[in-house]
Each structure stands twice: as structure tokens, then as C-alpha cells.
């Protein structure tokens, strides 16, 4: 009953309770904890349960300084669990959980991901290799590290960054040994696998900018549009999508790619009689 809860939570997203359903608003995670040492009374879970769970991380040991600073907080009369208080709201981890999804994912680098879990299901002291659900979390994985960094676009050091936290937890060994775990040969393909060169991974937004091709040459790939009901306004979008599977991305919506939205919407004008109003 436990796993089965766990996996009604992380695939369903919705728990139930004496046979009511209550579905969860987002953002929601789902937390487990792992105990390396103390095992009496635990049970592992099952090989696709644990191909769920987007990351493992390991907190280990803290520092002598860190460890300082927490008996300091924690020798006070104030409890510091009494002093926390929210960085920032539900909408905002919504709202940058959507500009996640708008990272570039070059072709390299989802080659470079797909040799990558391929190498670890023919590694022979691995029992189990990572899944396709794996490379689809590392992607995303690297996604929100180049976010972090500034980026609109993954690089190989996204992927290496997010590797262990990522594949590590999905791989078995074959036999059982203290001294070798599935992170130190992900660590040796890591460093056999040959990574993508950098300007083969950046989004077509920097190759564009180096070249600087027209607006007018740059229309000219788009596939012919068609909105519904003659209301460009409302379909937009449509436009944005086209260009973003181009690859042309900005990080200043009005800048580049918002000259790009608006000569494609003068060409759409241009070809089917309309007035700047779309009437």
C-alpha cells in the first residue's frame, strides 16, 4: 500500500484517502529519505519506482565551520526552525518552471544524452542501465542548471553537471560491492564519452546573431500561417512556436525574437490583404 501511494503521488499527482481522491496543486515534490546505514525494518523499492524520482543527492557530513554555525544557531533561545520565512511564492517555482521548458536542447547535445544512457546498458558490471525516463530527467536536469547560469541554452557541462544526481540512483550493480558504485562508472563514461564542442551546443539565437540574417530571409523559413477565424492576435503564438523551432530565442522578448513575431505577422499582412488591425 506505501508504494502504491507513492506511485498514485508521482505519476497521478493525486493522493487518496479512504476512497476520495484529492488531486494536488502545483508545485508539489515528492521527498523520500535514505538511510545508508540502518536498513532493519526497510524495504528497497522496486527498480521502476526509484526510475521516478527525478534526483538523489547526497547531503553527507557538514564541514567544521558548518557544523559550528549550526550549534550556534541551535545553543540561542531562539528555535531558528521559528525564524524561517518564504524567499518567494508557489507562482514564482510556476513561473520558472515554464521558462525551464524554454531552455535550447541543441540536437548535439540530446545526441550527446543518448550515447551517454546508451553506454551505461553495456557497461558489463552493470546489471541495469539508466532508461529513456532518465535521459528525458537529465535533459530537463540541464535545462534548469543553464537557466541557473544565465543561459537559454544547454552545454555539455550542463549534462556533466547533472549526471550523478540524475542516473546515478537508477543504476544496479551487478554483485555487491563497497568499494565500486554505479557513480564511479558513470564518472568513467563521463570522461569516455566524447562531449559536443561548445558552438555546436549553443542556441541558434548566437549563430544568428554572428551571422545577422534579415527579418525578411528569416520569414522566408517560416511554413505558410493560417489563424483561426482571421484573429491573429489570439494566435500569436503560433508564430513564436514556428520561430522557436527554428532556434531563434532571446532572452529580451522584445528584442530580437519580438522583431522576428512582428515582420512575420507584416508578412502574413502583406499576403492575405489585411490592415495592421487583421481585419
Known amino acids: 500500500k506505501p508504494q502504491s501511494a507513492l506511485l498514485e503521488v508521482m505519476e497521478g ?3 487518496t484517502v479512504d476512497g476520495v481522491t484529492y488531486p494536488l496543486s502545483r508545485p508539489f515534490m515528492v521527498l523520500a529519505t535514505q538511510n545508508p546505514v540502518d536498513f532493519v525494518g526497510t524495504y528497497p523499492l522496486p527498480e521502476a519506482q526509484m526510475d521516478r524520482f527525478f534526483m538523489r543527492i547526497s547531503i553527507g557530513y557538514p564541514t567544521v565551520e558548518q557544523e559550528m554555525d549550526v550549534l550556534e544557531r541551535y545553543s540561542g533561545v531562539v528555535k531558528p526552525m521559528a525564524t524561517i520565512e518564504p ?3 508557489a507562482q514564482d517555482i510556476i513561473a520558472l518552471q515554464e521558462m525551464v521548458k524554454q531552455v535550447y536542447c541543441s540536437p548535439e547535445v540530446r545526441m550527446y544524452v543518448a550515447t551517454l544512457v546508451a553506454a551505461t546498458r553495456q557497461e ?3 546489471a541495469l542501465g539508466a532508461s529513456t525516463r532518465a535521459a ?8 534548469a542548471c543553464a537557466l541557473l547560469a544565465g543561459r537559454d541554452y544547454i552545454i555539455p557541462e550542463d549534462v556533466q553537471h547533472m549526471a550523478l544526481p540524475v542516473l546515478a ?4 550493480l ?3 560491492s563497497y568499494q565500486v558504485t554505479a557513480a564511479d562508472f558513470l564518472r568513467e563514461l563521463l570522461g569516455s564519452v566524447p562531449a559536443p564542442t561548445e558552438a555546436k551546443t549553443e542556441s541558434n539565437t548566437e549563430s544568428t546573431e554572428a551571422t545577422s540574417p534579415s527579418t525578411e530571409e528569416i520569414v ?3 511554413p505558410p500561417l493560417t489563424f483561426a477565424n482571421g484573429d491573429y492576435h489570439d494566435d500569436i503564438y503560433k508564430i513564436q512556436s514556428q520561430l522557436a523551432n527554428l532556434g531563434y530565442f532571446n532572452d529580451d522578448a522584445t528584442g530580437y525574437f519580438g522583431e522576428l513575431t512582428e ?4 508578412e502574413f499582412q502583406t499576403q492575405n490583404g489585411l490592415d495592421a488591425t487583421g481585419e
Open 263 to 266: 515582420a512575420a505577422v507584416t
Open 13 to 15: 499527482h493525486q493522493v
Open 124 to 126: 558489463p558490471a552493470l
Open 220 to 222: 522566408e523559413q517560416l
Open 174 to 176: 551487478r554483485g555487491t
Open 136 to 143: 528525458i530527467a537529465l535533459i530537463h536536469g540541464a535545462q
Open 87 to 89: 524567499v518567494c511564492t
Open 169 to 172: 540512483h537508477r543504476m544496479i
